[in-house]
Nanobody, 121 residues
Framework: QVQLVESGGGLVQTGGSLRLSCAAS????????MGWYRQAPGKQRELVAS???????TYADSLKGRFTISRDNAKNTAYLQMNSLKAEDTAVYYC???????????????WGQGTQVTVSS
């Protein structure tokens, strides 16, 4: 089994920062891309950022410059540094990982349970 566990969410004031972590554990052969998504109340889940094994990154256009994704391949962990937070960043943030559990199976996408980020104005 595979688990993705997010941490680091919470309540922060406008302009503040938070750092989210996502640790993957369990039967893991390899991890391809890892990503962060978010879902605000009444809205669809949207991509925040993703990162490949080699460190290539993709960001939502509206978040470039404020959010930074990184990963530690040795720890199977991804991070999301969020700066200059705004009220509209309030959402549940989900981690995802495209990974293979064995060398003989294709990659599947796994999701964490989500962590709440609330930005108060």
């Amino acid at each position: 089994q595979v688990q993705l566990v997010e941490s680091g969410g919470g309540l922060v004031q406008t302009g503040g920062s938070l750092r989210l972590s996502c640790a993957a554990s369990g039967t893991i052969f390899s991890i391809n891309a890892m990503g962060w998504y978010r879902q605000a109340p009444g809205k669809q889940r949207e991509l925040v950022a993703s990162i490949t094994t080699r460190g290539s990154t993709t960001y939502a256009d509206s978040l470039k410059g404020r959010f930074t994704i990184s990963r530690d391949n040795a720890k199977n962990t991804a991070y999301l540094q969020m700066n200059s937070l705004k009220a509209e960043d309030t959402a549940v943030y989900y981690c995802s990982a495209d990974l293979r559990t064995t060398a003989y199976r294709p990659a599947n996408t796994y999701w964490g349970q989500g962590t709440q980020v609330t930005v108060s104005s």
